[in-house]
C-alpha cells in the first residue's frame, strides 16, 4: 500500500502496527489549491472569514498530541486540504441531506447560506480528481488495520462552534462541550462508554446534538462490524477563540482525552 507517501490531498500517519486505531482529522486544513479558488466566487476577505468558520481548527493538532501521549500510537489519517475543496464525509451522491442546504460532497453555499459557488457547477471533476482518491486511500487503511489486527476503530475528530451557523440542519438541539456522533451499526456500547470515560473531565458529553453519525468508508458502512467508529465533535469555545482564532490550554486537556479514548480502546 502507497497511502504513506505523501499526497497533496491527505496524509496517513503510522502508528503502531498493532493499533486498530485511525484517528481520521477530515476538517482541520486551510488549504485551497489556486484550480480550485478559481472556482470560488468570494472575494478573498470574504473567503478568509468562510474558513473561519467552517474549519475545525487545531483537530489535526489535537490528534497529533494524542498520538504521542497514547501508549500504544494510533494511525492517523489527515485531509491536508479544506474541505471548501471537497468534504471527504458526504455522500457523493443524493443520499447526502446536505445537498438541501448546497453542501453535499462540493460545497456551492457557505455557512450563511451565501453562494460559494456558481449554482451550475457540475461537482464531478472535484469529485473525480479529490474526493475518489481521499476514499480509496481512507479504506486501503482501514483493510490494512483489518488485516493487522482483526479490527478497526476509526474515532473522527471535529468541531463545531458554541452557537449555530444558519447552515445547519439540526441546530435547534443542545450543544453539549462534547457532542458524541454514532452510528446504529458501527458505535457499539462499549465504545461509547470508553469515549465518556475517557473525557469525562472535559465537561458534558451529549449524543448526536447538534450533529449526528460518524465516518465509515462506503465499502465497509453497514456491511462489516470489524469496523467500529465513532466522531467526536468539540466545541470550539472549550479550546479556542472562535470563530477560528488561537488555541487555549484546552487543548491538551482534550488530547489527553482522546489519548485515553485511545488507550482504552486499543487495548
Known sequence: MNSCVPSPSYALLPGAPGSPVILHVPHSAREIPAEVRAGIV????????????????????????AAELAEVAPWRFVNRLS???????RFPDEREEMLAVGM???????THREALRGEDTDPAPLIERYFRPYARAMTEA????????????????????SAPLPY????????????????????????????REAFAGCGETGLDSPFSGTYVPLEFYGKDQRVSALMVEIRR????????GP?????TRLARALAALVDAVTG
Open 247 to 251: 488555541a487555549g490550554p484546552g487543548l
Open 42 to 65: 468570494l472575494d478573498g476577505p470574504a473567503l478568509e472569514r468562510e474558513l473561519d468558520h467552517i474549519t475545525d481548527a487545531h483537530t489535526a493538532e489535537i490528534a497529533a498530541v
Open 104 to 110: 453535499g460532497a462540493v460545497y456551492t453555499r457557505t
Open 83 to 89: 474541505r471548501l475543496v471537497i468534504d471527504p464525509e
Open 237 to 244: 469555545d472549550t479550546y479556542l477563540t472562535e470563530p477560528g
Open 142 to 161: 482501514v483493510a490494512d488495520r483489518l488485516a493487522a489486527t482483526g479490527r478497526a476503530v476509526i474515532v473522527d475528530v471535529h468541531s463545531y462552534p
Open 168 to 195: 445547519e440542519l439540526h441546530g435547534e438541539g443542545p450543544r453539549p462541550p462534547v457532542c458524541l456522533g454514532t452510528d446504529s451499526f458501527h458505535t457499539p456500547r462499549e465504545l461509547l462508554a470508553a469515549v
